[in-house]
């Protein structure tokens, strides 16, 4: 019998999606975005909630197996009330994406305020309590991923400032003050991702140097189109793309990814790369559900080596 073709990449997971408002025991207006992270055997998300007032929190979901998870009640990181935070976070916080340096766990989210929305910084060794750091962007940028180790000696961060639409990095001493932006990649006209691209989870370190599993938008006449993509970055620079997918890995086709608060859209916050070699990558579906899709990396790597284009 010959093998069926697979439709993406990245497969879905056949329990997806694996938590809706549903199943959440408080009342809810959304659920999407999480960052990921498996600590001491056990899968911990930071997952988004909107809530019916329509702030957004962070919370904790918890999961033995990666695919069944129980989500807490009561938020991890909610908008700072006081201090220096609250004026800028008063709208909610979101889209939280985990990296682990040195034993300390480090979350940079989305701080959304009167004034726009800007890149921030916290810090947890447990998840039971955590710090915040710094703000870590100009006004206005909305996506950012830390990687998990210093480059040539300095903290580096990825980040889409809003108003454009490309890729870019950036180095720190401290985790403070940010400097020596570079351009990584931009969008590609006449492709798949041809009018936005940003960092979807944190790089991961692989042979070849930076696997980053990023997300493209292209505008269509039903509205933007979100799809993921990858591509390897240079491991002492990684503002060099050794190489980039020409097709998108994963695209929004069941009707949990098509409707929703966003339609047509797949967006993640964070993915793993397992001993086996296996890449799961947990992401949200129309802004409305979280979801897991797994493939083997080097099924990721050929996709992105066979383009030749960049």
Known sequence: MARKTERDVIRRCKSNPLITVYDLGFQCSDIYDAGVVKLEGEYLLLVTVEALQGQCSIYRAHSTDGQHFSVEKTPFLSPARTGPFARYERLGVRDPRITCIDGTYYIVYLAEGDYGVRLALASTKDFQSSERIAFVSQPDTKNGALFPKKINGRFALLERPQERTSIWIKYSDDLIYWGNHQLVMTPRGGYWDADRVGAASPPIEIDDGWLLVYYGVKQTSAGPLFRLGAAVL?????????????????????????????????????????????VKVYYGGSDSCLCLGTAPLDDILRVCYESGEF
């Not at 002492?236 to 047509?264: H, Q």
């Open 234 to 278: 240079d491991r002492d620079d990684p503002s060099k793309v050794l190489a980039r997918s020409n097709i998108p890995i994963l695209s929004p086709r069941e009707k949990y990814e098509r409707i929703g608060d966003v339609n047509n859209l797949v967006f993640s916050c964070g993915a793993l790369l397992n001993g086996n070699n296996e």
